[in-house]
């Protein structure tokens, strides 16, 4: 009986689809990574954050465009250019006129941003928000209780503070806030932020997928200092930060203290055809590095580098790659790395070369909500890396192929196929991944089946079907999932649906079965509006060799925005 309460619970609490479950696309789109399972809680909750106060297009200073780490200094410079000749973006349609963006682009950039006009965006904003969170997690006893508090605030453009205390299921605590104040010509921050700069040589903070299955994921999407104050302040630094923006030119300087006093400073300089910057980063203790970074574009084919020295041995370290359109339908990329040991202070220094493609097939279909979405599409990607250990050679290789077909059959039913497959000279020595999706979805109802199957040790086999129903203020979600996998190198990875904030990306083993049920409900108070989030998961795995006890878990959020 104790089991199926949490179930039942949860589903007279039953509302609408979490606001980040909407937007898992298109982040993807933008962080270049191949599946939700490849993401982590504190990227996926700084896009929830900006979709609840998406950056104005118009009327906005370059250092807040720059600030929400969406743009390059090119498309920033773009949008500069555009105003000045035609007035206001008033459209995601004329946004895609732009020089730098394209429809698909523009399609993953819609939920975060406004397209008010220029007068309206110099009136007063202010917006805040308060979060508040408890649950329970039980996994044989005794049970596991979790919460937390998170605040939000914002006025004028780009302003705004935030702070955040949770207690996880495990007992652990922590917390982080953030400052930040938003002038014509640069910011200040106090507080926690990300600094991610370049290809992530000299510094990237947070989320960082070295090996990427998918050619929007060779180039990385520099995000400059963007201030955080997220549930979990995972990679983040505490200190001080302050940056501005000058003609072409931009310049940053910050101080991180929490782990120890340090130093960070960039400059970059926009020309016609791209960018170019410098970094340095060190702490007391740690290493000191330097890097110099680009991107150019020549004839439509868009150039990336960076170049680094320092760690902890003072080596250098290189990565750099091409992005070259071949026709109207076809987009290919090549990326190196070289990243010695000596300089990331890590087990196994990384050399790899890797290339891909991308074929679209041109043709636009139409979906309920009057987007454009492309009928057919097709990534595929082959790296090689060795990673030689710091005195014995050859060291380490490995081989990995990836492809993934997106068919859309009508506009309501989507069938997607995704195989990764790796070979190398340790244990294990292969892993082949295999996934087929198939989505339908109209009018307010999704409806999803997955099939997965690991091949490592042995075979790991997954599959779950997923249905919901999505309004304006109302919806309710569903799970079923069975999975066999009786050796741990063949474990399966599933995305699902938690509360805003949080993230669940289970690693299942065993033989067993998963349900859960996510909701949430949303109504105006007043002048604000109160949103309502429950989630109820039960895991258990009666069938396994290896007996382990069942997870039972109950979470409820409110969110209050006024």
């Known amino acids: 009986m104790k089991k199926i309460l949490p179930l039942l619970f949860t589903f007279l609490l039953s509302g609408t689809l979490s606001a980040q479950e909407n937007l898992v696309p298109s982040v993807l789109r933008l962080t270049g990574l191949p599946d939700a399972s490849d993401l982590d809680g504190e990227t996926l909750d700084y896009y929830e954050s900006l979709s609840r106060h998406p950056v104005r297009i118009n009327g906005t200073a370059r250092s807040r465009l720059a ?19 035609y007035g206001d973006i008033l459209s995601p349609s004329e946004l895609s006129l732009v020089d730098g963006f394209n429809p698909e682009m523009v399609r993953a950039l819609e939920p975060f941003l406004s397209f008010d006009p220029s007068v309206a965006a110099d009136s007063l904003n202010r917006k805040h928000t308060v979060f508040l969170r408890a649950g329970v997690q039980m996994k044989g006893e005794p049970a596991d209780l979790l919460g937390g508090i998170r605040c939000a605030g914002q006025w004028g453009e780009g302003s705004g503070f935030g702070a955040a205390w949770r207690k996880t299921a495990g007992g652990e605590s922590g917390g982080t806030f953030s400052l930040a104040l938003q002038g014509r010509r640069g910011r200040v921050i106090f507080g926690d932020f990300h600094a991610r700069f370049g ?9 960082d997928m070295t090996s990427q299955t998918t050619l929007s994921g060779f180039s990385k999407r520099t995000g400059g200092i963007v201030a955080s104050s997220s549930w979990s302040g995972l990679g983040t630094f505490r200190g001080v930060s302050l940056d501005g923006v000058r003609e072409a030119s931009s310049f940053s300087f910050s101080i991180p203290i929490s782990a120890a006093p340090g130093l960070i400073l960039h400059a970059s300089r926009l020309f016609r055809r791209g960018e170019a910057a410098f970094t340095a980063y060190g702490q007391k203790g740690g290493p000191f590095r330097l890097s110099g970074d680009f991107r150019w574009t020549v004839c439509s084919v868009h150039l990336f580098g960076e170049t680094a020295f320092g760690g902890p041995s003072h080596m250098p370290a290189a990565v750099g790659g091409a992005l070259i359109p071949l026709g109207e339908h076809w ?27 991308e074929y679209s097939d041109g043709i636009y279909l139409k979906t309920d909500d009057g987007s454009s979405v492309i009928r057919n599409k097709l990534t595929f990607t082959l790296e090689g890396a060795l990673l030689p250990e710091p005195v014995r050679n050859p060291g380490r290789r490995q081989v990995q192929a990836a492809a993934e077909w997106t068919g859309r059959f009508s506009p309501v039913h989507t069938l997607v196929i995704r195989v990764v497959g790796k070979r190398r000279t340790f244990d294990p020595a292969k892993k082949i991944d295999f996934r087929i999706d198939a989505v339908r979805e109209s009018g307010g109802w999704t409806g999803k089946i997955r099939l997965n199957a690991v091949s490592s040790r042995s075979v790991g086999l997954l599959s779950y079907a997923e249905a919901g129903r999505k309004d304006e203020s109302f919806s309710v979600w569903g799970r079923g999932t069975l999975f066999l996998a009786d050796h741990w190198d063949d474990r399966l990875y599933c995305y699902e649906r938690d509360l805003p904030g949080l993230f669940s990306v289970p690693a299942l083993w065993g033989r067993g079965y998963a349900l859960s049920l996510y ?22 795995s009666p069938w396994s060799i290896e007996k382990k006890p069942g997870k039972a878990e109950l979470k409820i959020q409110s969110r209050i925005d006024f």
Request: glycine residues 18%; charged residues 15%.
């Open 67 to 85: 600030a929400s780490g969406l743009f390059t200094p090119f498309q920033i410079a773009s949008i500069g250019d555009y105003r000045v000749l």
């Open 199 to 207: 290809q992530g040589l000299c510094l990237w903070s947070g989320l």
């Open 331 to 357: 987009n290919t990329g090549l990326r190196f790395r070289a990243i010695p040991t000596g300089y990331s202070g890590k087990r196994y220094g990384t050399y790899s070369f890797a290339a891909g493609g």
């Open 519 to 540: 909701g949430s409900f949303e109504t105006r108070v007043g002048k604000g509006r109160l949103r309502l989030y429950a989630r109820a998961g039960w895991t258990d």
